[in-house]
T-cell receptor
Framework: DTGVSQNPRHKITKRGQNVTFRCDPISEHNRLYWYRQTLGQGPEFLTYFQNEAQLEKSRLLSDRFSAERPKGSFSTLEIQRTEQGDSAMYLC??????????????FGEGSRLTVL | GDSVTQMEGPVTLSEEAFLTINCTYTATGYPSLFWYVQYPGEGLQLLLKATKADDKGSNKGFEATYRKETTSFHLEKGSVQVSDSAVYFCALSHNAGKSTFGDGTTLTVKP
């Protein structure tokens, strides 16, 4: 399967702990996006990369959140000092950035975070 | 900032009924518009898209027309099936940057 892969699929942690999620995009896609989704809501934008450059980060994003894409391939999203309000599904998507697919996103199945 | 408003759900229909899910947006310029679908237990996937005014996106019997004058992108299907039961999200994007999503509409189709 050559789709977007996210790991782990489910993470349960205690408040105050750090967690890291990994996303492997479709290999030829140069844009990678992170979103957060809570029950009954649509995906909320967190940040996105073009190759290894982080082009935009949501102003709503706490400084406890950091994302990297060091070699322009996989990406990691780290949440430090987790809070119960961080409990959500974290979605990764990639995009080929072609004239035929402007803004079309290919999503992974998500990583569900539960903070106790 | 950009925003997308979808009709509130859930929507319950009988098989072969006509479906409309309303979507309106607020944005500057001319964004691309999308409908994504999330089937039970699966990730979001693109259903259809339109990149400029008056474009009609279509896929799997679903259609939506980009209406600049009413800032709308309503999703329609003439005859729904049980397999169409899913959550549908309307979204917009500028130049393949961040996408803004609506809150989703849950559709249940009963046999």
């Amino acid at each position: 399967d050559t789709g977007v892969s996210q790991n782990p699929r489910h993470k349960i942690t205690k408040r105050g702990q750090n967690v890291t999620f990994r996303c492997d995009p479709i290999s030829e896609h140069n844009r990678l996006y992170w979103y957060r989704q809570t029950l009954g809501q649509g995906p909320e934008f967190l940040t996105y990369f073009q190759n290894e450059a982080q082009l935009e980060k949501s102003r709503l994003l706490s400084d406890r959140f950091s994302a990297e894409r060091p070699k322009g391939s996989f990406s990691t999203l780290e949440i430090q000092r987790t809070e119960q309000g961080d409990s959500a599904m974290y979605l990764c998507a990639s995009s080929p950035l072609t004239a035929l697919s402007p803004g079309e996103l290919f999503f992974g199945e998500g990583s569900r975070l539960t903070v106790l | 900032g950009d925003s997308v408003t979808q009709m509130e759900g859930p929507v319950t229909l009988s098989e072969e009924a006509f479906l409309t899910i309303n979507c309106t947006y607020t944005a500057t310029g001319y964004p691309s518009l999308f409908w994504y679908v999330q089937y039970p237990g699966e990730g979001l996937q693109l259903l259809l898209k339109a990149t400029k005014a008056d474009d009609k996106g279509s896929n799997k019997g679903f259609e939506a027309t980009y209406r600049k004058e009413t800032t709308s992108f309503h999703l329609e299907k003439g005859s729904v099936q049980v397999s169409d039961s899913a959550v549908y999200f309307c979204a917009l994007s500028h130049n393949a940057g961040k996408s803004t999503f609506g809150d989703g509409t849950t559709l249940t189709v009963k046999p």
